[in-house]
């Protein structure tokens, strides 16, 4: 794909939605944190029901700590994997309280440190707390990026890296939320919206979805 016909996707997608972000409901970096990890497998709405409930008595690692693992899982059996995310979570606010003062670090090695933080968690941490232009890669930007031509790659670090190499700098912070969002309301996985489309006519894949 052409550098023009980039810039032309991101400013149509920037012009439909000029701030997005996270649909995962927070408050802190911390709470945040925990949402992102929560979110691996789940979905966005079953997280923000879960975490309304459990961060009115846990919003801070020690809290956190304090309501144990058993406790966690109460609030957050409803999530896929939560036993693991439990524990996960338990033991990432040890290391925020012992390593970091409680405090959610702004390092991309510290946050991959964290049990159960992965690359593309810190990522989303580090663009949407704490305002890098990172761009983290799921399954939604991953196939994105592959059918338009954004970017193709064959793992999720190569469109990473592909991304941050072609997507224009005034777009860096805000590619990650507009691409995943655009993944999972209109080029879905299954059925791509293409005739609803706004970047239809920029797109490279082959096998649009016909007008009906």
């Known amino acids: 794909m052409k550098p023009a016909k980039r810039r032309q996707i991101y400013e149509r997608l920037a012009r439909a939605n000029p701030n997005p972000t996270t649909e995962l409901r927070y408050a802190t ?3 945040l944190l925990v949402a992102v990890v929560l979110s691996a497998q789940a979905t966005d709405a079953s997280v923000n029901k879960a ?5 009115k008595v846990a919003s801070t690692p020690q809290a956190m700590l304090e309501l144990g693992e058993i406790g966690l ?3 957050i059996k409803t999530i896929g994997l939560f036993n693991s995310k439990a524990k996960n979570l338990i033991a990432t606010c040890r290391a925020l309280m012992t390593e970091h003062a409680g405090v959610v670090p702004r390092e991309r090695a510290a946050l991959e ?7 593309k968690t810190a990522n989303v941490i580090l663009n949407t707390a704490f305002g890098q232009a990172t761009i ?6 991953f196939r994105v990026a592959n059918r338009t031509g954004l970017a193709r ?8 890296d592909g991304l941050v190499k072609v997507t224009p700098g005034e777009f860096k912070l805000n590619a990650h939320h507009w691409l995943i969002l655009h993944g999972r309301y209109v080029c879905k996985a299954r059925k791509p919206a293409c005739p609803a489309c706004i970047i239809a006519d920029l797109c490279e894949y082959p ?3 016909p007008v009906a």
């Open 29 to 31: 970096p911390f709470e």
């Open 51 to 55: 975490t309304v409930e459990l961060f």
């Open 73 to 75: 899982k109460d609030y």
């Open 113 to 119: 440190a964290l049990p159960g933080v992965g690359r």
């Open 136 to 141: 983290a890669v799921d399954t939604h930007i």
């Open 153 to 160: 790659g064959g793992t999720v670090r190569d469109v990473e």
């Open 207 to 209: 096998e649009k979805t």
